[in-house]
């Protein structure tokens, strides 16, 4: 009873052992030293035991052995090592002939382990007769116990926490290790650069061909360290925080080498770092209103430099950025982060600044900017618009083009005829003589037709075309006539006189009458060929009348006929009845002479053929 309450007044002590990265792992040999004992002791044993035996004796409190707990490497004929506890026990009351005693240790979640120690004091030892301390050691090794580990040691009512050193540490600690420990092996490498290809070289020692290589790379000892597969890199893509980690897959702790190869040569590859710090700045607005310039810088690596606001000078030199230094930030190694693709960023801000600001980095032997804030994502909405809006108006124009491109080229070429002074025409004229064609009206129809030939168009006179109206007859020769008109563009020219009025009144008249075309049509087919042998110009005349009505009636009336008068004519005409016929009304009209620029630039305007399709 007395000794239950004496071990838990003890068990409250809890021992922490922690072995330091500083401190090498003592290499024992495992075979001879499973179990030692010192002089004065005998028959040390080790054997297993169960948890339920780890219980205070009397043999522990009487001996109240000194304990001491220290991992080492247990490794057999020097090799093939792997991580152990030792526990050392010195026995400082000599009292008892026989002592055992148990310890059990667990690595969390796993199941403990108990041993029980059994030892015999030689007589000479128990009757206090050397003064060498007595002493016993003994190794424990399992799989449980390995680099890393926690271990929970409870011996003689005490409690101890052991933790392990992480393999790492003790692999860089010793090339003894490195050499022994297989876990400990690394690849051997190293750089070669090669200037003529423009490269850097990864040459790695392959002894171990039964492991795999394994390399990752990382930007900065804190990096995150990717997979890296190649063995070349290219010259422009090195910096001076690359570090390479390769390990042997074999085991998955094995131990990686790490180096960063060209950390010292600075001068050669701090510019490719240069090149690609780029910074982006945004205007911004602090939680109190005031303005903020923020900004962030991304590099390869971290890098060493300060960033300064500056204002642009107004003027000719528009380089000029006059720097603020007493804004100035540095780029401490805490803020800067790291992101997925391996480029580290610092994010900073200039707080209550004006925000036309822009911003400078100065670094050792570079400097870089200004670089000038963007107007924030409005400003790219309100640009893309603008893009946009533009595109739109180009295309609006572009079918106005296509549009106006007739026109414009009507507009070019009457310029052109204005510049000239004179009017060149193209297409067909049909002029159809009075009914009461005589000698002087015919001729001066024909000087008409000639004068309208010189001016360079086609011109059908139905005074020279008498054979073709007889043997046609005279509404289909007209309706040819207007249809070469139609094809080329031009017009038809009735010439008016007292005659040509009134034929064109009486004509009206029947007209409307009741089944008054029909009459006209069977007066105009009946005696075609008797007429014809005299003359046909007055049916050709009257069939003109059934077009002009024809075009009244689909209201283009116009765009086919025109009206000329000779003055000659006209002076015969008795005032009273200068008034035009219905059926004339809406024609252009022209008195010649007088008027014949007027009727050219009609016809010039006239001449474009109303059928696009007909056009050469
Ligand atoms: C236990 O051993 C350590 C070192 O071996 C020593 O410093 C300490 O005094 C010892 N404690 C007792 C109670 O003997
Ligand atoms: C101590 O152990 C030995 C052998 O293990 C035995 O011969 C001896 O009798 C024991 N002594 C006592 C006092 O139990
Ligand atoms: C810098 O950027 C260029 C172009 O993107 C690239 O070719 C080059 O490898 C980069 N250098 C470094 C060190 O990242
Ligand atoms: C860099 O230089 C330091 C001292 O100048 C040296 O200790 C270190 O080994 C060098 N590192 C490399 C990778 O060359
Ligand atoms: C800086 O980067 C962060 C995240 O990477 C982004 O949210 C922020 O808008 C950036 N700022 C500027 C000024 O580009
Ligand atoms: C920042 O990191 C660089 C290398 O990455 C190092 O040379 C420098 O001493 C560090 N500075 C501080 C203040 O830790
Ligand atoms: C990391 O930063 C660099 C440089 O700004 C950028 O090009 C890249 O897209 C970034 N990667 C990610 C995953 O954000």
Known sequence: MEATWFCMTFAIFLFIQLFGSTMEMEKVDYMSHHVTCSKGLSSCTVKAALIQQCAV??????????????????????TNCRPCLQVHFDIQHRKLQN?????????????????????????????GETTSSLHMSVLLKDNTLDFNSLVNVDVCCRNYEVVFPSQDEECSQSTILQRDLKACRVPSFSIVINQERREVMLQVEEKETSDSLQMCLKHEENGICKKWGERTIQLHRVTPCMCFQLWWANDERTHRVER??????????????????????????????AAMLSWNLTAPCRVEAEVVPCQMEAGVDKDRCIKLD?????LP????????????????????????????????????????????????????????????????AAICICFL????????????????????????????????????????????????????????????????????????WLHSQLQLLDCRGGRAILVLTQAAREKAKDWGRLWDQPGGDMKLQVEGEGDGL??????????????????????????????????????????????????????????PMFYLPSQSQGLFSALAKGSWPRLQGFRT
């Open 57 to 78: 004796t009397d043999t522990v409190l009487e001996l109240r052995p000194n304990v001491t707990l220290k991992p080492v490497l247990c490794c057999t004929r020097g």
């Open 99 to 127: 002592a055992s005693f148990v310890i059990c240790y667990q690595v969390p979640n796993l199941m403990p382990q108990c041993k029980m120690l059994k030892f015999t004091m030689t007589p000479v030892a128990l009757h």
């Open 260 to 289: 960063c190869p060209f950390r010292n040569q600075t001068d050669r590859f701090q510019g490719n770092v240069w090149d690609n710090v780029s910074v982006s700045v945004l205007k911004g607005q602090m939680n109190s209103g």
């Open 326 to 330: 007493s804004l100035k930030q540095t």
């Open 333 to 396: 190694n805490v803020t800067w982060k790291e992101n997925d693709s391996g480029h580290w960023l610092f994010p900073g801000v200039f707080e209550n600044v004006n925000t036309d600001l822009c911003v400078m980095v100065i670094g050792k032997n570079s400097k870089l900017g200004p670089f000038c804030p963007s107007e924030s994502s409005r400003w790219h909405w309100r640009w893309s618009l603008l893009v946009l809006l533009s595109i739109m108006l180009l295309g609006l």
């Open 405 to 476: 491109h007739g026109k414009l080229k009507r507009w070019a070429w009457q310029w052109h005829q204005r510049k000239h002074g004179q009017l060149v025409m193209r297409g067909h004229v049909v002029l159809l003589s009075p009914p009461d064609v005589d000698g002087s009206v015919a001729e001066l129809v024909c000087k008409l037709g000639s004068n309208l030939r010189d001016q360079g168009l086609t011109v059908s006179v139905d005074l020279w075309s008498r054979a073709e109206i007889c043997s046609l007859g005279p509404l289909p």
């Open 530 to 587: 008797l007429q014809c042998l005299s003359s046909p110009y007055a049916d050709v005349f009257g069939s003109a009348l059934t077009c002009i009505k024809a075009d009244l009636h689909k209201g283009s009336v116009g765009d086919r006929f025109m009206l000329v008068q000779f003055k000659t004519q006209s002076a015969l005409v008795p005032s009273s009845d200068t008034g035009l016929p219905e059926l004339f009304q809406g024609l």
